[in-house]
C-alpha cells in the first residue's frame, strides 16, 4: 500500500485535534478539588517547621523525605502549580537520588503520578493521584483537630 505525502491543510487539521486534545487534557487535570478551608495552611506550616527543624538539627539527623515530598506536592496543588520531577527532588530536601527512590515507592503504591511534559517534553510533571491527594487530606484533618 502506498501513502501520498501529507498535504498542508491535513497536516493543519492534525495539529489543531492534537491542540483539542491537549486542551481537553489540560481541562480534566485542572478539575481536582481544591484543598479543604485551613487544610493548605496547614501543609504549609508542617512544610515550614520540618525545613526550621533541619537548619536547626541538620538534615541528616531527621528523615521522611516521602512525607516531604507528599506536602510539597499538596502544596503545589492547592496553589494550581505543576511540579517538576526536579523540583519534587528539592522539596524533598534530600540528595536527588534518594528523592527519587522515594517519588518510585510513591508512585509504587498509587499515591503520585508521573506523566511527561506536555508543554516542554524534556521534562516529567509529578502530581498526587486521587488517592494521594484523598489521604493526605486525611491525615493533615484528622492530625490537627483542635489545633486550627
Known amino acids: 500500500m502506498r501513502h501520498e505525502p501529507a498535504t498542508r491543510e491535513e497536516l493543519g487539521c492534525a495539529i489543531r485535534e492534537i491542540e483539542a486534545l491537549l486542551e481537553r487534557l489540560r481541562a480534566k487535570e485542572a478539575q481536582q478539588p481544591a484543598p479543604a478551608p485551613g487544610l493548605l495552611e496547614r501543609a504549609e506550616l508542617m512544610y515550614q517547621e520540618r525545613r526550621s527543624r533541619d537548619r536547626l538539627f541538620g538534615t541528616d539527623l531527621f528523615g521522611e523525605a516521602a512525607w516531604d515530598i507528599l506536602l510539597d506536592l499538596y502544596i503545589h496543588h492547592g496553589r494550581g502549580a505543576l511540579v517538576p520531577v526536579s523540583s519534587a527532588c528539592i522539596g524533598a530536601a ?55
Not at 503520578?113 to 517534553?121: F, Q
Open 94 to 148: 534530600v540528595p536527588p537520588s534518594t528523592a527519587l527512590r522515594c517519588l518510585g515507592k510513591l508512585e509504587t503504591r498509587g499515591l503520585v503520578v508521573r506523566r511527561a511534559d506536555v508543554d516542554d517534553r524534556r521534562r516529567s510533571l509529578v502530581t498526587l493521584s486521587g488517592k494521594g491527594l484523598r489521604m493526605i487530606e486525611l491525615y493533615l484533618a484528622s492530625s490537627w483537630v483542635g489545633l486550627g
